[in-house]
């Protein structure tokens, strides 16, 4: 029998903390292995998602009712916050069934002390309501526990973008992900998989920004035969625009360094029309096979993925022997918070410093593999300045060899030219309602 959905929540947000896990997998074993109906799935991700994204502002919310308390287990804080995220924030569940159902899970997994606790909390905040923003003094306090982002992150933001420009980012970074996906052009067109789509009940509207991508308004993807039969590819609609920026041709050779799990992979391979050869590098077995399922999938057959640690890619292949090169570096993730809020929780200013190190390493192995003439792409999924632009110019200016690209500008979707900057595009959250992305285009002097 498969579990209540709001028991399976708190074990995802448990998990979650305990094992520093990303939430999406976690959240996503949880639903296949409880093979919860598409509503339950819904609701558990609501919840979970929900209660990760809000997670400083409902622990600010519980403060003045739980400080007496010396300790909490962390089970009970976490079936709190999970009540007051519904409290708040959800309007279909009236409040006693949400302090009725709370009170049962604490009696199941405590003692008769813990859920008398849980009660009184949850009847409390019923009666007396929750505690005000408004009186906190300090805008950028009360900006991080309102989109509930650790201070330190959102005063990196302001010192880089301005107040403004992060509240913005802030705020959208709380609001739901819609799942979005890229037509397989090679294969089909867009029109045919939204009606195909419509047939199996999943409604779609086609993407005001990228022309081979759509939204999805109602269902999910990938339980749809459009995607069984590699007619599309789950990809967000900022990461789509990479293949445009590598633009590959008919015929090439390709290199993309951290591959996995492929959609930008695949994306170029079907922009060269099933031709030339895409070598696709991760550091790991199960990434490497998760490329391979997806390119069959897809139908795809130019693409050789293969397990390498792509800090030594200059000793596996010969020097100026690739046409484009793709260097999607590993990152922060600051730019993904809607699909893994749990990121913002975890990583510090010291994982800045050290993911900065690996970038530049990447590009600098990557550059002696690139024909005179071709192109070398950097990519990341964070918006933080100091991976973006400070890594290209260091790039640029240990690399004269290397210019910036500035033909991009033709080269992308015309709703993506607005955040076109010379050589590199910067996408925040709230310019497409997507994910924050940064891309920079270099190439090889002749």
């Not at 074990?11 to 074993?29: I, R």
């Not at 929780?345 to 071709?374: C, H, M």
Request: net charge positive; with cysteine; charged share 25%.
């Amino acid at each position: 029998m498969s579990k209540k959905v709001r028991e399976a929540a708190l074990d995802v947000l448990e998990f979650v903390e305990k094992n520093g896990a990303y939430s999406n997998l976690v959240l996503n074993n949880t639903i296949n292995k409880n093979k919860y109906s598409s509503m339950d799935a819904a609701l558990l991700t609501e919840l979970c998602y929900g209660t990760l994204q809000r997670q400083l502002t409902l622990d600010f919310f519980l403060n003045p009712f739980i400080k007496k308390q010396k300790r909490i287990d962390s089970w009970v804080r976490q079936l709190l916050r999970l009540s007051v995220y519904q409290m708040v924030y959800l309007d279909k569940i009236p409040d006693h069934a949400i302090i009725n159902e709370a009170v049962q899970i604490a009696k199941k997994r405590g003692n008769k002390g813990i859920s008398g606790f849980v009660n009184g909390v949850l009847r409390s905040i019923q009666r007396e309501g929750v505690p005000p923003l408004a009186p906190i003094q300090d805008s950028t306090e009360r900006l991080s526990i309102e989109t509930s982002h650790p201070k330190w992150l959102v005063e990196r933001w302001v010192q880089q973008y301005g107040f403004d420009k992060t509240k913005q980012m802030c705020e959208e970074n709380v609001r739901p992900a819609k799942q979005t996906a890229r037509i397989n052009e090679w294969k089909t067109n867009i029109d045919y998989v939204i009606e195909s789509l419509g047939k199996e009940g999943i409604s779609v509207e086609k993407s005001s920004s990228i022309p081979v991508a759509v939204k999805a308004n109602k269902g999910n993807f990938v339980h749809s035969l459009a995607f069984q039969n590699g007619l599309l590819t789950i990809q967000d609609e900022s990461s789509m625009i990479v293949a445009y920026v590598v633009a590959p041709e008919k015929g090439e050779k390709i290199l993309d360094a951290c591959a996995a799990p492929g959609g930008k992979t695949t994306h170029m391979a079907e922009r060269m029309e099933n031709t030339g050869e895409i070598i696709a590098l991760d550091l790991h077995e199960h990434k490497v096979k998760l490329i391979n399922q997806n390119a069959a999938r897809l139908g795809l057959t130019n693409i050789r993925a293969k397990q390498t640690d792509s800090r030594q890619m200059g000793t596996h292949f010969e020097k100026e022997s690739f046409d484009r090169i793709l260097v999607d570096a590993p990152c922060s993730g600051f730019g993904v918070l809607k699909r893994k809020p749990d990121v913002k929780y975890t990583k510090t200013e010291k994982d800045i410093k050290n993911l900065t190190k690996l970038q530049l390493e990447l590009l600098n192995q990557a550059a002696p593999l690139v024909k005179p003439g071709g192109i070398l792409v950097y990519s990341t999924c964070t918006v933080d300045q100091d991976e973006n632009q400070s890594v290209t110019e260091k790039f640029l200016a240990e690399h004269p060899d290397f210019a910036g690209d500035e033909t991009i500008y033709k080269r992308v979707p015309q709703a993506i030219r607005p955040f076109v900057h010379h050589h590199e595009i910067e996408i925040l959250p709230q310019y497409l309602k997507s994910d924050g992305f940064y891309i920079a285009c270099f190439q090889k002097k002749v």
